[in-house]
């Protein structure tokens, strides 16, 4: 089956810091990957994406590139600020070639917390 | 346009109770899901339908759980009864019809929290 992992957090930099969160995953079929991200008390809103391998998704700052070989889809800043403190989840959904029924659904790690301190 | 509403925001129930759960997707989107956080772990999904049908519903945990869309608009999420497990924050999210990357982008509510003592 599918899942994701994530680094365990929580994380905490100091702004201006570097940031990476490491996120690896199994799945079936042809995965397209995500980054969510939650601020707090709001809901989740996707960050990035990649829907193939060597893909890069980028956005406010971030990114992270698919990686094929490696199962890995690494979420990365170069310099983070205080507005970035928020729970991040690495997602994948996987598009089984063969159809049924899982197509569609998130599969989503467990989820990181990032505290960035001015 | 409107996001992903979803009520009440915060339900607090004592165990043996009933608790319903509201969501309202994005208007014309026909794949609305239901997803569940426990206790600080990974989101997990629990159904999805297409209108007004159940497309996959793999991941409901038991028959105390119970999902309806009619009329393929809003959709609800009974719980009854209720136990202590299924405490966490239950997440609705929408998407359009079809295929193609952009159209299948999920979008997220805020989340019910619901607290079961």
């Known amino acids: 089956g599918n899942s994701v992992t994530q680094m365990e957090g929580p994380v905490t930099l100091s702004e201006e810091a570097f940031l990476t969160i490491n996120c690896t995953y199994t799945?079936?079929?042809?995965?397209?990957l995500f980054w969510y991200v939650q601020y707090p008390g709001e809901g989740l809103q996707l960050l990035l994406k990649?829907?193939?391998?060597?893909d890069k998704g980028s956005n406010k700052g971030f990114e992270a590139t698919y990686r094929k070989e490696t199962t890995s889809f690494h979420l990365e800043k170069g310099s983070v600020q205080v507005s970035d403190s928020a729970v991040y989840f690495c997602?994948?959904?996987?598009?089984?070639?063969?159809?049924?029924?899982?197509?569609?659904?998130?599969?989503f790690g467990q989820g990181t917390i990032l505290t960035v301190h001015p | 346009e409107a996001g992903v509403t979803q009520f009440p925001s915060h339900s607090v129930i004592e165990k043996g109770q009933t608790v319903t759960l509201r969501c309202d997707p994005i208007?014309?989107?026909?794949?609305l899901y239901w997803y569940r956080r426990v206790m600080g772990k990974e989101i997990k999904f629990l159904l999805h339908?297409?209108?007004?049908?159940?497309?996959?519903e793999s991941g409901m945990p038991n028959n105390r759980f119970l999902a309806e869309r009619t009329g393929g608009t809003y959709s609800t999420l009974k719980v009854q009864p209720a136990e202590l497990e299924d405490s966490g924050v239950y997440f609705c999210?929408?998407?359009?019809?079809?295929?193609?990357?952009?159209?299948?982008?999920?979008?997220f509510g805020a989340g019910t929290r619901l607290s079961v003592l």
């Open positions: 999210a929408s998407s359009q019809r079809g295929g193609g990357d952009l159209k299948n982008i999920q979008y």
């Open positions: 799945a079936t079929g042809y995965p397209s």
């Open positions: 990649a829907t193939k391998a060597d």
């Open positions: 997602a994948l959904r996987s598009w089984s070639p063969a159809g049924g029924t899982s197509y569609g659904k998130l599969t």
């Open positions: 208007s014309g989107h026909d794949n």
């Open positions: 339908f297409v209108k007004e049908s159940k497309q996959d």
